[in-house]
Nanobody, 126 residues
Framework: QVQLVESGGGLVQAGGSLRLSCTAS????????MGWFRQAPGKERAFVAG????????YYADSVKGRFTISRDNAKNTVYLQMNSLKPEDTAVYYC???????????????????WGQGTQVTVSS
């Protein structure tokens, strides 16, 4: 079993920035692609960004391209989401997740991830 612990959420004004962190337990962190998802009240959990095992490949939802950056530090068992130019529509609970090893590419659907963090609230005020 693995545990994912998220931090960095909070309240920020529109146009501001936040950096989310997710730290995993265990020694096999670098074996897995990782992703960030978000969920607003009454809506489906949606893909935000994904990153390959080495960090060499990234993929973003169209809604965050140019504003968000995903990165990872395998020595620290940590994946990050740097969020700039935040908008009120970015308000959601943000989750990090570990991809299943069977996947060869960066997955964008929740079924392709097998472990999830507890979520951290991001609120962007106008």
């Amino acid at each position: 079993q693995v545990q994912l612990v998220e931090s960095g959420g909070g309240l920020v004004q529109a146009g501001g920035s936040l950096r989310l962190s997710c730290t995993a337990s265990g020694r096999t962190f670098s074996w897995y692609n990782m992703g960030w998802f978000r969920q607003a009240p009454g809506k489906e959990r949606a893909f935000v960004a994904g990153i390959s095992r080495s960090g060499g490949r990234t993929y973003y939802a169209d809604s965050v391209k140019g504003r968000f950056t995903i990165s990872r530090d395998n020595a620290k068992n940590t994946v990050y989401l740097q969020m700039n130019s935040l908008k009120p529509e970015d308000t959601a609970v943000y989750y990090c997740a570990r991809a299943r090893m069977s996947g060869l590419d960066i997955a964008t659907v929740t079924d392709e991830y097998d472990y999830w963090g507890q979520g951290t609230q991001v609120t962007v005020s106008s």
